[in-house]
């Protein structure tokens, strides 16, 4: 075993190559690197016999099992079906789904256990070896021992073994001899590398260990701590450093947009870069697209994820599907364009009225019978249209039973060349990827591992749908871009760790992504993990620092991007600060992106392909775009002859008179201008909205929709007071066309089924002994529905008389009805159910809006708490409150008509429409 130590300084690539003889074995630390390697070295090609491999390939190369191999999805779902029930209650797995990351840190445990050196089928020599281990860990192994036993039993029962128990080659039995094997900068090797590769010497082999700036202990093959400080005063030519401390991700994407440019050989060093968000911001004239990337980014992939989401949603076994969900998705035209032909941007346009006219109903689910959707009419056409396509894909979905049938799908109605682009379809390999992944899938089933689904998952459809898309999005795709190019290529530290670039730029200088953080422990913690000689954290964090000063040190150019939140607790990487310590003049440059929110001007300036010329002279010059508006920016200004359409009166509900009173620039907003925000994220819960309009409904349908002349309370007494009556009422509004759709199917309906309901209908008995009969006594009296069909008991219009000193020629007009009434011998009452918080300034709003009913009787206005049982005496009316509310209303519209619509200095009044963004008040076509 020869082992070459070159210097820092030299060229690693170079010395390795000049080695390379016929019968030679190049390894390297991954894949992608031994590629890398392989074009490089095609460059002075010669007629050899070279191989190029990572080390994964090499030991599977020369580990040969006696039976076919088990891997991947196909390992989760035997170890699954050898679990028993006590396991799963020790494990708590419940079901697959909960089985899936237990099963991926199983798997991950054993492959670290062999690459310790220790045998899979006798986990219990563990716990004589460390004799640190608590009593849990014990217990866990133990279980541990026995589920390897059956899951070896299981697999092997069906023709199958595997990797974990392919015992090591002897010396003779490698298949081959003669050859160089020459292994590049390979920072760590396990201890079962290290008895394979002393395995291949003893068989004939010649041995090249090479290392590149770091050199093996005495004796060993991995290498001494790697001395940074002294690596760097030994350079000749130092690299140029430029550090920047940025505000957050994003605002590091746009510093490194607005001050680089093109250049050859450069490369950016972000693990993450591909599923970031800020990827978008890089426009193509200065980062290369990869030559692969993640099949997730496909359109057909999209498709699956919103089968999936939908399929694996309870409600949607019920027959209800989320609205959330097809909003999320269908929001997106391209999805739409594939699944309805001829769909276009009007169309588009009319569906997306339609969702949001649902959802700002509180509507929460579709039916998936499309017969039986309430609300859908025929001007929903649109939406008809796609929710009928998109249904009876998902039917299928959910009455799958096997693999064949999902192949059939796949084939179908789901076909990947229905769903991709044509540049997915031209330039990359998806079809060819696809039908590979569905190929192997298949064995599963076809190889015996499953010979049930039911014995796997309770609903057989969803679970292979969903185990098909968590097996398809790992799923690497090749692209085939228009011409090589010169620009920044987009790599990683692994796949770099051979490499010199003479510029390089480290997007996610931050701890816990470089270095990584240290994994959550499962089993074994980090010092038993050391003492037992597995792969730990330190070793983990040693190679990445090692790898990350070597490409700094070889470039020319080094750009350095980090970013620090005290409250989320991010700091700058420590070995962004070890730097520090030795390099002279680094310091943390402050970027100009000082603010968490990014102003939109610099996003569109860093990249003005983005938008065109037009719009961004409208953003440049549009004040809702500001970072910091001015103090005139909330203050909008008065046009009467507009606001009012030419009227001289201003219509007011009781919620917006109190709005305008409290918050001008909102009610001019929502209430005059009815700009609304767009219901997005909708919340399968019981909403306030929903909740009063559900109660308001509720007490119609005990209380009636006819103004009743009633001699005695008494008469009211059976209404009031029978349960079964009123919880059977209840029980069908909630199965009702008007609310079946709006109800949650989660547990919030049965806690209104089986909670709430009874509190209603304890709330109306208390309504009757505690406020109808103290208060009405023997009295005749007449009781006047909201909904009472009686000439004025309908809404009402009426103006509110201004005082003397008012001078605008502006009135308000009341439009409003209250919830009950009632008309008494000596007095009339006004009574409003509340479910949530309530304002007296309402009650004063109905007795200025009724008082041509009063003549001489006592006034009584109150509001009755329907959880809470009682009135609420805490808002409620007297003439000093009423006088107040009255004098409030004219100087705020005194104030509007001549200084404009303004937002409150203080108070409560600030937080209304914090869901209206700037942007909503200026978009084309907002709702006027």
């Given amino acids: 075993m020869r082992i070459v130590a070159i210097d820092l300084r030299a060229d690693l690539m170079r010395e390795a190559f000049a080695h390379i003889r016929n019968k030679t074995v190049l390894i390297f630390p991954t894949r992608v690197a031994a590629e890398l390697a392989r074009k490089e070295y095609e460059k002075n090609w010669q007629l050899l016999d070279i191989q190029w491999l990572a080390m994964e390939e090499f030991k599977e190369s020369l580990c040969f099992p006696k039976q076919p191999l088990i891997a991947d999805d196909k390992r989760l779902l035997a170890l699954y079906q050898v679990l028993t029930e006590e ?191 800020y990827s978008a911001y890089f426009p193509p004239e200065l980062v290369s697209p990869p030559n692969v990337f993640p099949i997730v980014h496909s359109n057909w992939f999209r498709m699956l994820s919103f089968l999936r989401e939908l399929a694996l949603d309870p409600s949607t076994n019920k027959g209800y599907v989320p609205l959330a969900i097809i909003m999320r998705y269908c929001l997106d035209i391209r999805l739409n364009q594939c699944l309805v032909d001829d769909w276009d941007e009007a169309k588009q346009e009319q569906l997306r009225k339609a969702i949001f006219k649902f959802s700002d109903n509180q509507v929460l689910y579709f039916d998936i019978e499309k017969e039986q959707n309430f609300g859908i009419k025929k001007e929903d056409e649109t939406l008809c249209e796609l929710l009928e396509s998109l249904f009876d894909i998902l039917k299928i979905v959910l009455a799958l039973t096997n693999v064949d049938e999902l192949i059939d799908l796949i084939d179908k109605e789901l076909n990947p060349q229905d769903f991709c682009s044509a ?93 990584q953080n240290p994994a959550p422990t499962w089993l074994l913690n980090e010092a038993q993990k050391q003492r037992l000689g597995f792969l730990a954290y330190d070793t983990i964090r040693a190679w990445e620092r090692y790898y990350f000063m070597r490409l700094v040190f070889l470039a020319k150019e080094v750009d350095i991007y980090t970013y620090s939140n005290v409250e989320e607790n991010v700091h700058p990487s420590s070995f962004v600060e070890e730097l520090c310590t030795f390099v002279d003049g ?53 046009s009467p002859q507009t606001d009012f359409n030419g009227s001289k009166t201003i219509v007011f509900g009781s919620d917006s008179l109190i709005r305008l009173c409290v918050n001008p620039f909102a009610w001019y907003i929502h209430n005059n201008r009815r700009i609304r925000a767009l219901e997005t ?83 109306l008995q208390e309504f009757y002994h505690e406020f109808m009969i103290k208060s009405l006594k023997s009295q005749s009296f007449t009781m006047i529905p909201e909904n009472s069909d009686i000439p004025g008991g309908k809404n009402l219009i009426k103006f509110l008389p201004p005082p003397d000193d008012y001078e605008e020629e502006y009135l308000p007009k009341l439009n409003g009805r209250a919830d009950l009434r009632i008309d008494a011998q ?29 003549d001489t009787k006592t006034v009584v206005s109150s509001f009755w708490r329907i959880l809470d049982m009682e009135r609420d005496r805490d808002q409620s009316i007297n003439d000093n409150k009423k006088n107040r509310f009255y004098e409030q209303i004219f100087e705020s519209l005194s104030r509007c008509l001549s200084f404009g619509y303004e937002v409150p200095e203080r108070g409560a009044g600030r937080d209304m429409l914090q869901t209206i963004t700037r942007s909503d008040l200026i978009v084309q076509g907002a709702q006027k």
Wanted: aromatic share 14%; glycine share 4%.
């Fill in 586 to 638: 680094l310091e943390m440059q402050r970027s100009e992106h000082q603010l968490s929110k990014l102003d939109i001007n610099e996003l569109f300036g860093s990249r003005p392909q983005i938008c065109s010329a037009e719009s961004k002279e409208f953003i440049h010059e549009n004040t809702a775009f500001l970072k910091n508006p001015d103090e005139h920016f909330y203050h909008l200004p008065t």
């Fill in 423 to 515: 540049e997915e379809m031209t330039k990359s390999s998806i079809l060819e990827e696809i039908w590979k992944a569905l190929a192997n899938f298949a064995t599963a089933e076809k190889l015996g591992i499953v010979s049930d689904w039911q014995d796997i998952f309770d609903n057989p459809g969803a679970g292979i749908f969903s185990l098909w898309v968590d097996f398809v999005k790992s799923q690497r795709l090749k692209f085939k871009p228009k011409t090589p190019s010169k620009n920044w290529q987009v790599s990683n530290l692994f796949d770099s760790r051979n490499r010199i670039y003479p510029n390089v730029a480290f997007l996610q200088c931050v701890e816990g992504i470089l270095p």
């Fill in 681 to 763: 994220d909708l919340k399968e819960t019981i909403q306030p909205l929903l909740f009063g309009s559900f109660m308001h409904k509720y007490f119609e349908e005990i209380l009636g929709l006819k103004t009743r002349k009633i001699d005695h309370v008494s008469e009211l007494k059976s209404m009031f007071t029978d349960e079964d009556f009123l919880k059977t009422k209840l029980l069908e509004l909630i199965d009702s066309p008007e609310f079946r759709y709006k109800i949650p199917k989660n547990y919030n309906s049965d806690f209104l089924k089986e909670i709430i309901s009874d509190r209603l209908v304890l709330s």
């Fill in 87 to 277: 396991d799963k209650d020790y494990f708590h797995i419940s079901d697959y789904d909960d089985l899936v990351s237990w099963g991926i840190n199983f798997f991950k445990f054993l492959d670290e256990n062999q690459e310790a050196g220790y045998d899979a089928l006798a986990l219990e020599k563990l716990i004589e070896l460390e004799m640190r281990m608590r009593e849990w860990q014990e217990d866990h192994l133990n279980r541990l021992s026995q589920i390897v036993l059956r899951y070896k039993e299981f697999i092997g029962e069906r023709g199958f073994t595997d990797k974990l128990f392919i015992p090591l080659p002897e010396s003779g039995e490698i298949p081959f001899t003669g050859k160089r094997i020459m292994i590049i900068n390979q920072y760590y090797y396990s201890p079962r590398e290290e008895e394979l590769l002393r395995r291949c010497k003893d068989g004939g082999n010649e041995l090249i260990l090479f290392y590149h700036g770091i050199k093996p202990k005495e004796g060993k093959l991995n290498v001494e701590v790697f001395d940074a400080r002294k690596a760097w005063e030994s350079l000749d030519e130092k690299p140029n450093i430029r550090l920047k401390h940025c505000a957050n991700e994003d605002a590091a994407a746009l510093e490194f947009i607005r001050s680089q440019s093109p250049k050859e050989a450069s490369a950016i060093i972000d693990n993450q870069f591909l599923n970031s968000s």
């Fill in 826 to 854: 000596d007095s009339y009452y006004i009574i409003d159910f509340k479910t949530g918080g309530s304002d007296y300034r309402q009650l004063a709003f109905y007795e200025w809006l009724y008082e041509g009913y009063f």
